[in-house]
């Protein structure tokens, strides 16, 4: 079966940056994409940007552009996304999923919590 | 890009029918069949509901349905269910090769 497994919480402190990783089994890591979506406490869903894992082509939403960059290491199915210039504002639940077909997210990792704080 | 327009809350009794509507414009919602909806309990990752405005995976029961019209895209819950108390989000694809969500409508089960 599909799993997704993301690293664990981290704690950073503002303007740091941080890298979260999302390992894949169960299927071929280069045949879906990867999106990263972010929920605040105790708000909504948030889409931020999907790599490609075949070709590492990425697509950011633009309220992250020049903040993120999502990478990929396919010799061990794990997909990355990193943010930087963190502030406050950035702390929340960060999830990685997969793309079945026609932008549809299939799969779900359990979610990385990144809290900024100084 | 703001989000897709969903009310906050919404509620039913169990057995009922609710109907939750969500609102882009013609770059997204209504420019494109690749409407998803979500269902996220609190705590947990989302589960995927429908794909495609229509669509349901394997598994995801029948009391759950998604339509289209316009700029606007529609989740029903039908007979309603204690377990159905959960946030629900739609998302669309954009004209512009990304994914929009859409603010989530939470949904309670009297």
């Known amino acids: 079966q599909v799993q997704l497994v993301q690293s664990g919480a981290e704690v950073k402190k503002p303007g740091a940056s941080v890298k979260v990783s999302c390992k894949a089994s169960g299927y071929t890591f280069t045949a879906s994409y990867i999106h990263w979506v972010r929920q605040a406490p105790g708000q909504g869903l948030e889409w931020m940007g999907w790599?490609?894992?075949?070709?590492?082509?990425?697509k950011y939403t633009q309220r992250f552009q020049g903040r993120v960059t999502m990478s990929r290491d396919t010799s061990i199915s794990t997909a990355y996304m990193e943010l930087t210039g963190l502030s406050s504002d950035d702390t929340a639940l960060y999830y990685c999923?997969?793309?079945?077909?026609?932008?549809?997210?299939?799969?779900w990792g359990q979610g990385t919590l990144v809290t900024v704080s100084s | 890009q703001s989000a897709l327009t969903q009310s906050a809350s919404v509620s039913g009794s169990p057995g009922q029918s609710i109907t939750i509507s969500c609102t882009g414009s013609?770059?997204?919602?209504?420019?494109?069949?690749?409407v998803s909806w979500y269902q996220q309990h609190p705590g947990k990752a989302p589960k995927l509901l429908i794909f495609?405005?229509?669509n349901r995976p394997s598994g995801v029961s029948h009391r759950f349905s998604g339509s289209k019209s316009g700029n606007t895209a529609y989740l029903t819950i039908s007979g309603l269910q204690a377990d159905d108390e959960a946030s629900y989000y739609c998302t669309s694809y954009t004209v512009s090769g990304t994914v929009i969500f859409g603010g989530g409508t939470k949904l309670t089960v009297l």
């Open positions: 013609s770059s997204d919602v209504g420019g494109y069949d690749y």
């Open positions: 790599i490609n894992p075949n070709s590492g082509v990425t």
């Open positions: 999923a997969r793309e079945g077909i026609g932008w549809r997210l299939d799969d």
């Open positions: 495609d405005v229509t």
